[in-house]
């Protein structure tokens, strides 16, 4: 059977200066490269026989197939493996029948119509991209983002056509590309095509050993991320939900974890009171040059779009958090207002894993793509979901993370469980920012549930590779224990004798959120888990 796990494609031009191209290959492969492929557009046939003879020695040296792009003379000549094929090039079935039986033949695919042309034309494998922008070939297709492999990927169900991801793939966006790329039928790719950040490396070893360790951790730890966390068949589990989230209240009070948030102007200060008054500690930073420094500080990251600005600091603070290994929260508030906030939040969620997407009716429908809520503004029109549990659990799978639908009930799923919240108050929707507040008490949370896997992780709480895992913690309990914590307090706000409208709620909002109990959740929170 092929491995297409690490996939090379070999590009001369590439090579830092005094390295020799066989040299370079041999440490690629000795570093864990599983397949190669020899790509040359710009040299004359002999030359590239020559390459290609080479290349096919040290090849079976490793026992690792080799690959020609587009030549069928030269593959035919060497006797490669196989040979791959681009939109435009010769079609796979005139191939077949001039390259010797069980000859590998894949193909360069940029839509699903592309994929399904692949396995009707019988190609063993497709190469599914760009997914982001590269300098190591001229695109003729347009960037289809990490996002637009997973909705490809589900075109090859039901068949053994494999799929790698190809289109500036390094280190650096290696894992989050492996976590994105998943169908929400839970089709993941079989390997990763990288060019520059092996070939242009003066330690190509330890390019492909770092890029097949991200590959074997990712594996690893694929089930797990899965893996249903609350059983809707145990009598137990609204209790064990309950004391997650006051053991959460008690991580947060101990550690008093930073959350960064990078928001919109409208909410900065209450939503900064909001966090102290949790317990956490709160950090509004926007530039784009504080975004590595605090990644390595925070216990979680908010962003929220509301007013829309500060996107270069977003999409670093957003990578540098995964590279961290820390939550990532994202409020796409109004998204379904205009195109241009449509276009950002595409942008932002092709860059940057999400750990957990909060939005209303109507923010989270345009990011679905859905017409059943229609938005004004920032608020949502219509009676809503007709199938709330189905909508949150399907775009769950979709955008791999969990989704928080808010409304008078609120919904929280991560793909495989959903959890139904009937707390809070009417009064919350007179306020400027009540969302907003959720989605700060959601960072909060999940900042605590980071925490308190960080403390267990000596003990075996977390996976024993966790370079496998884009955030560390139940960021499912985090969201639910964020929604819980801030519809609790409205709750208990609103009772009070200095309460008498809108005004005189939100500092009450604030102070109950400060003197939240673990008993007063355990005795109010109105939870079902549905799914």
Same mark, same amino acid.
């Given at each position: ?10 590009? /001369? *031009? ?24 020899? /790509? ?31 030549? +069928?003379? !030269? ?16 079609? &796979? ?10 000859? +590998? ?13 692949? #396995? ?26 990490? $996002? ?27 894992? /989050? ?14 390997? +990763?095509?990288?060019?520059?950040? &092996? ?29 249903? $966390? ?6 137990? !589990?609204?209790?064990? #939900? ?5 053991? %959460? ?12 948030? +990078? ?51 977003? #999409? ?24 241009? /906030?449509? $276009? ?27 017409? *059943? ?21 399907? %775009? ?109 709620? %939100? ?8 003197? %939240?109990?673990?008993?007063? #959740? ?10």
């Amino acid at each position: 059977m092929v491995d297409y796990s690490l996939y090379l494609v070999t590009g /001369r *031009e590439l090579l830092p200066q005094g390295k020799d191209y066989l040299v370079s290959l041999e440490e690629s492969l000795q570093g864990g490269v599983t397949i190669v492929q020899v /790509r040359e557009k710009h040299i004359d046939t002999l030359e590239f026989l020559e390459i290609a003879q080479k290349t096919k020695l040290l090849c079976n040296k490793y026992n690792v197939p080799l690959i020609i792009n587009d030549r +069928i003379d !030269i593959a035919l000549a060497v006797q490669a493996d196989g040979v791959h094929l681009g939109q435009t090039d010769m079609p &796979i079935h005139i191939a077949r029948s001039l390259l010797p039986p069980g000859t +590998i033949l894949g193909v360069s695919c940029n839509t699903k119509e592309h994929v399904q042309k692949a #396995i009707s034309d019988g190609a063993d494998y497709v190469g599914i991209g760009a997914v982001w922008g590269t300098s190591t070939k001229q695109l003729t297709s347009p960037v289809i983002g990490v $996002r637009g492999v997973g909705q490809i990927l589900k075109t090859l169900d039901g068949t053994n056509v494999k799929a790698v991801a190809i289109g500036g793939i390094k280190s650096a966006n290696a894992l /989050r590309t492996l976590h994105g790329s998943v169908s929400t039928t839970g089709h993941v790719l079989d390997g +990763i095509a990288v060019v520059s950040d &092996i070939v242009a490396s003066t330690t190509p070893f330890h390019a492909a050993q770092n890029l097949s360790s991200i590959l074997g951790a990712f594996n690893r730890n694929i089930t797990l991320r899965v893996d249903q $966390r609350y059983d809707a068949t145990s009598s137990h !589990i609204i209790d064990k #939900i309950k004391n997650g989230v006051c053991n %959460l209240m008690q991580t947060i009070k101990k550690t008093s974890p930073l959350i960064h948030q +990078i928001t919109n102007v409208v909410v900065t200060n209450q939503s900064a009171n909001a966090t102290l008054a949790l317990g956490a500690s709160p950090i509004m930073a926007t530039a784009p040059e504080e975004m590595y420094d605090l990644s390595l500080a925070i216990g979680a990251l908010l962003i929220n779009f509301g007013t829309v600005k500060d996107k270069e600091g977003m #999409i670093l603070a957003g990578q540098f958090a995964n590279a961290s290994q820390k939550p990532v929260v994202f409020d796409p508030v109004g998204v379904g207002a205009t195109q241009f /906030r449509k $276009r950002t939040a595409a942008e932002l969620l092709n860059t940057w894993q999400a750990s957990v997407i909060k939005g209303n009716a109507a923010e989270l429908g345009a990011l679905a793509d859905s017409k *059943e809520v229609q938005a004004k503004g920032v608020d949502s029109v219509g009676g809503g979901f007709l199938d709330p549990a189905g909508f949150v659990k399907e %775009l769950a799978k979709k955008e791999r993370c969990v989704i928080v639908l808010t409304g008078k009930t609120d919904w929280i799923s991560d793909g495989t469980t959903v959890v139904k919240l009937d707390n809070g108050h009417e009064i919350l929707g007179d306020i400027t920012g009540s969302g907003c507040l959720v989605g700060t008490c959601v960072a909060v949370f999940c900042g605590g549930a980071w925490a308190e896997a960080v403390s267990h992780e000596g003990n075996g709480a977390l996976n024993q590779d966790p370079s496998g895992q884009l955030v560390k913690g139940d960021m499912l309990l985090g969201a639910i224990s964020g929604v819980l914590a801030l519809t609790i307090a409205a709750e208990l706000a609103v009772e009070r004798s200095d309460v008498h409208g809108s005004g005189t709620f %939100l500092p009450a909002l604030i102070d109950e959120l400060y003197h %939240l109990t673990p008993q007063e #959740i355990i005795e109010k929170a109105k939870i079902e888990v549905v799914s």
